[in-house]
């Protein structure tokens, strides 16, 4: 069929190559060419619109289109696109630092920029490692991740993460880790709290930290949601005893809060619902309301302290990328953060979290459906081929692939992680879009477990 979209497909399938995509789905899947946004709406050349019920990849807050991230990126285009950040700086990138360090937990007091999150990952651990060898304990430099755990795809960032589909294959290339059981509370036991499960997958890290301390450098989580892994949630007491432990064996405590940081999970972090400081906090995806590539690492005195000195002892950490801090990026992110301000902004997700999940609520019945699971603005329906068992369905048969398709049909983008539907809308969506979401993604599970 010939239409407005199809000479956009032609070209793009002559020469993009899409990430993480099997190019080969695209004889089937349709490509959709976007030619506009505004809000929860994406818009397509044939003039059909598609409500973004995952911000894009999690990264979109305040719809696409944002009158005041808008004027914010025009107004410093005015004035300077980009400059270099050794030996310079500019405004956005001082103010943005100066309301990072005000909204963080307490303590985390110093910023370096990269430009994506897996390179934010990349600098906590070099960060991590380097700072063992400034202080005289070189053999700290082994990271501890945690099962199904994601932290992007750069070889190192991928080395600390755990989820299988896009590691094994890599395995080769990259650094060996300790993986502790994650505490995802959906292989809870019947009845177990989620507290309790929590808790109680606490002592596989209280044992591994007991025998790697001398040799690890750092442990690296994702407060309290694993995003990739299927939106797998725990609870923040695991995080408590996580700090306390890390603190017992002089470990770090990388938080990489790329995914839940700006609001996701209820709170502005993730990490402040369970009253902890990291020794490193990874933020990108939300930072610039998904507008531009930027991403922070925050730290503390102390480790900004152990790489202050003389440059000829050679301590300073030499990590630079082109775009480090661009002024842009920097001055969405800053707009970002007056929004949060200005708008009440986590006052209003929690009545549409409530909505949100008062409705998904509604399919924990359903024969196939495991488990409705939900952290703030974040809600996930896992589809299960036997629910009394939980086992999952074949991962071949691409069982969200179906719900994706009618999704589409029906102006959604929903994107499942296998057998999981979830909703990460962005915080201008309505009521109603809500309805709509959670309608659709019910006739989605329906079609996708008929047979
Ligand atoms: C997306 C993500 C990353 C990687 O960020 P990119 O910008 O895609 O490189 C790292 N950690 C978590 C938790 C993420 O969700």
């Not at 505004?38 to 944002?66: A, I, T």
């Not at 991590?128 to 991740?145: L, Q």
């Not at 099962?147 to 990259?174: C, R």
């Not at 301390?213 to 949630?233: F, H, S, Y």
Request: a negative charge; glycine letters at 6%.
């Amino acid at each position: 069929m010939n239409t407005a979209n199809s000479p956009y497909v032609k070209r793009d399938l002559a020469h993009v190559w899409h990430p993480c995509t099997q190019m080969k789905d695209h004889e089937q899947v349709p490509l959709i060419p976007i030619r506009s946004g505004k809000g929860v709406w994406l818009e397509d050349f044939d003039g059909r619109r598609y409500m973004d019920c995952v911000s894009s990849w999690w990264v979109n807050l305040f719809g696409h289109s944002n009158a005041r991230i808008n004027a914010a990126v025009r107004d410093q285009l005015e004035k300077l696109e980009h400059v270099i950040l050794a030996g310079f700086t500019h405004e956005p990138v001082i103010e943005l630092s100066e309301r990072l360090v005000e909204v963080l937990p307490a303590g985390l007091t110093r910023c370096f920029y990269a430009d994506n999150g897996s390179s934010a990952v990349e600098v906590a651990v070099k960060m991590s490692f380097h700072y063992w060898r400034n202080v005289g304990k070189p053999a700290k430099r082994r990271f501890i991740t945690l099962s199904n755990s994601y932290h992007g795809e750069t070889l190192g960032a991928l080395a600390v993460g755990n989820v299988q589909l896009y590691k094994e294959i890599y395995q080769p290339l990259l650094m060996d880790v300790i993986t502790v059981p994650s505490p995802d509370c959906f292989e809870r036991e019947p009845g177990e709290s989620w507290a309790d499960h929590s808790r109680r997958m606490f002592a596989h890290m209280e044992e591994t930290l007991a025998r790697h301390a001398g040799e690890a450098a750092a442990v690296i989580i994702e407060p309290l949601v694993q995003c990739a892994a299927g939106m797998r949630m725990y609870d923040p007491v695991y995080l408590q005893m996580l700090r306390n432990a890390c603190d017992r064996h002089g470990v770090h405590l990388i938080a990489d809060e790329i995914a839940v940081g700006f609001g996701r999970t209820g709170t502005l972090f993730a990490c402040e619902q369970a009253g902890i400081r990291p020794d490193f906090v990874c933020l990108s995806k939300g930072l610039t309301s998904g507008y531009l590539p930027l991403s922070a690492v925050v730290t503390t005195e102390d480790v900004y302290t152990a790489f202050y000195d003389e440059y000829v002892k050679l301590n300073a950490f030499l990590h630079s990328h082109s775009f480090t801090g661009n002024p842009l990026c920097c001055a969405a992110a800053v707009e970002t953060l007056k929004i949060f301000s200005d708008d009440n902004v986590l006052e209003r997700n929690r009545a549409l979290a409530e909505h949100m999940g008062s409705l998904a609520r509604q399919l924990e019945d359903h024969p196939h459906v495991a488990e409705v699971r939900q952290r703030g603005m974040i809600l996930a329906i896992e589809m299960v081929k036997d629910k009394a068992s939980r086992a999952p369905y074949p991962w071949q048969e691409r069982r969200g692939m179906r719900v994706y398709r009618h999704a589409l049909e029906r102006g959604l983008l929903l994107r499942p992680i296998g057998s999981v539907i979830y909703f990460m809308p962005p915080y201008v969506i309505t009521p109603e879009e809500i309805e709509l979401m959670v309608t659709v993604a019910r006739e989605g599970v329906e079609l996708a477990t008929c047979d």
